[in-house]
């Protein structure tokens, strides 16, 4: 429940904001911004979880003895009443996509896209993403004892909810979690098996272990410690080994060229807000910037470590197109070794709107919108020449 809360609160930031502005006559004083998240979490459970009125209330008063804002009572009270009176009205006058998305992602998405697709954008942004799992082996057998969904693109499709751990074929290590859209860049790689491949910026290992069961040879290189040891903990439980080096992708090279590299780059991270509404109010365009410059820098390293042929998958989770094409253009213009190897829609479940018009693989939160969605990802292949 408190998860939930947390991140519907999030979600529909925007609206409830918007909703305390005009029930108070004044603005709250700078020091009783507890008092404003107090507002907030009783806003979102009045209207968005459904909690029973005098529930919400009561919890929301209470709370501001805990917080030392015991004098605020009567005003919080006051408020939410009101809402738990008009808010269902009051939400039909506001425009939910652009209250909840902040300015600089809307103009930027709006830019990129068109109004229309920012919208959908923005709307596909509201409701609770479903549980998406990639497995090892025997996908149909595996969504017949979870009662999920084999999707085009392969992977499993649950609904949200519970407890991941409490889930058939955990322990075994059957499956693990991941987005349908973050499960498409390995299988533009081909036929790995045999081959050496590098999963560059690897934690938390989602993809390394999609190359392994894939039979490659995988070296998975990340540069933060604390990382590295989640994506050896999350190995372990698969039953899967690879190769794990702690190093900066930047400066670290291999012993000699490998067959295939695979590059999620950090990045801006908006393209799952839909998983993590925290994102669209953590990340401002500065972060943009500099994880661009980080990603220019990973995408020549990588082209280094390549044979002649080798193939070089670099993706993003980012709907920015600083992060995404904009980088691939930047490294073909500087005569890079590299040629781009367009996408294929086959490859990808026959989605022919993953395609751009470059070739290269482009999701948005609404596709697959009449089963839950998809995580916004960019992905490009590159050969080395």
Same mark, same amino acid.
């Given at each position: 429940?408190?998860?939930?809360?947390?991140?519907?609160?999030?979600?529909?930031?925007?609206?409830?904001?918007?909703?305390?502005?005009?029930?108070?006559?004044?603005?709250?004083?700078?020091?009783?911004?507890?008092?404003?998240?107090?507002?907030?979490?009783?806003?979102?459970?009045?209207?968005?979880?459904?909690?029973?009125?005098?529930?919400?209330?009561?919890?929301?008063?209470?709370?501001?003895?805990?917080?030392?804002?015991?004098?605020?009572?009567?005003?919080?009270?006051?408020?939410?009443?009101?809402?738990?009176?008009?808010?269902?009205?009051?939400?039909?006058?506001?425009?939910?996509?652009?209250?909840?998305?902040?300015?600089?992602?809307?103009?930027?998405?709006?830019?990129?896209?068109?109004?229309?697709?920012?919208?959908?954008?923005?709307?596909?942004?509201?409701?609770?993403?479903?549980?998406?799992?990639?497995?090892?082996?025997?996908?149909?057998?595996? *969504?017949?004892? $979870? +009662? =999920?969904?084999?999707?085009? &693109? %392969?992977?499993? @499709?649950?609904?949200?909810?519970? /407890?991941?751990?409490?889930?058939?074929?955990?322990?075994?290590?059957?499956?693990?979690?991941?987005?349908?859209?973050?499960?498409?860049?390995?299988?533009?790689?081909?036929?790995?098996?045999?081959?050496?491949?590098?999963?560059?910026?690897?934690?938390?290992?989602?993809?390394?272990?999609?190359?392994?069961?894939?039979?490659?040879?995988?070296?998975?290189?990340?540069?933060?410690?604390?990382?590295?040891?989640?994506?050896?903990?999350?190995?372990?439980?698969?039953?899967?080994?690879?190769?794990?080096?702690?190093?900066?992708?930047?400066?670290?090279?291999?012993?000699?060229?490998?067959? *295939?590299?695979? $590059? +999620? =780059?950090?990045?801006?991270? &908006? %393209?799952?807000? @839909?998983?993590?509404?925290?994102? /669209?109010?953590?990340?401002?365009?500065?972060?943009?910037?500099?994880?661009?410059?980080?990603?220019?820098?990973?995408?020549?390293?990588?082209?280094?470590?390549?044979?002649?042929?080798?193939?070089?998958?670099?993706?993003?989770?980012?709907?920015?197109?600083?992060?995404?094409?904009?980088?691939?253009?930047?490294?073909?213009?500087?005569?890079?070794?590299?040629?781009?190897?367009?996408?294929?829609?086959?490859?990808?479940?026959?989605?022919?709107?993953?395609?751009?018009?470059?070739?290269?693989?482009?999701?948005?939160?609404?596709?697959?919108?009449?089963?839950?969605?998809?995580?916004?990802?960019?992905?490009?292949?590159?050969?080395?020449?």
């Amino acid at each position: 429940f408190v998860r939930h809360l947390v991140t519907t609160t999030l979600r529909r930031l925007g609206q409830i904001d918007d909703l305390i502005g005009n029930c108070l006559e004044r603005p709250l004083p700078r020091k009783a911004i507890a008092v404003r998240d107090v507002l907030r979490l009783g806003i979102c459970q009045l209207l968005f979880a459904r909690t029973p009125a005098h529930a919400a209330v009561d919890t929301a008063v209470t709370m501001l003895d805990g917080l030392g804002f015991a004098n605020f009572k009567k005003l919080v009270n006051a408020v939410l009443r009101r809402i738990g009176r008009d808010g269902e009205k009051m939400l039909t006058t506001q425009d939910a996509a652009r209250l909840n998305t902040p300015d600089w992602l809307w103009d930027s998405w709006r830019a990129a896209y068109g109004i229309d697709t920012c919208r959908a954008i923005a709307e596909a942004h509201l409701s609770e993403p479903p549980l998406d799992l990639s497995v090892a082996r025997d996908p149909e057998l595996w *969504a017949d004892k $979870l +009662d =999920a969904t084999v999707l085009a &693109t %392969g992977s499993l @499709r649950l609904k949200s909810g519970g /407890a991941v751990t409490g889930l058939a074929g955990f322990d075994e290590g059957a499956w693990w979690v991941q987005d349908a859209a973050a499960a498409l860049p390995v299988s533009l790689l081909g036929d790995v098996s045999g081959q050496s491949v590098i999963d560059l910026c690897a934690a938390p290992g989602g993809k390394t272990a999609q190359l392994i069961s894939s039979g490659a040879q995988v070296t998975a290189v990340d540069r933060g410690k604390i990382r590295m040891k989640r994506l050896q903990e999350n190995l372990h439980r698969l039953n899967l080994e690879a190769e794990t080096i702690v190093a900066d992708a930047i400066d670290w090279r291999p012993p000699e060229p490998v067959d *295939a590299i695979l $590059l +999620d =780059a950090p990045c801006s991270s &908006t %393209g799952t807000i @839909r998983r993590h509404p925290d994102v /669209a109010q953590l990340k401002k365009p500065v972060d943009v910037e500099k994880l661009a410059n980080t990603q220019s820098r990973l995408l020549v390293a990588a082209t280094e470590m390549l044979k002649p042929g080798g193939r070089l998958i670099y993706c993003t989770c980012s709907l920015q197109p600083e992060e995404g094409g904009m980088r691939v253009a930047e490294l073909l213009a500087g005569n890079a070794p590299v040629q781009r190897e367009p996408i294929k829609a086959a490859e990808v479940g026959g989605m022919e709107e993953l395609i751009t018009p470059h070739g290269d693989l482009r999701s948005l939160p609404q596709y697959l919108g009449d089963s839950g969605g998809m995580d916004g990802f960019y992905a490009a292949r590159l050969i080395r020449v």
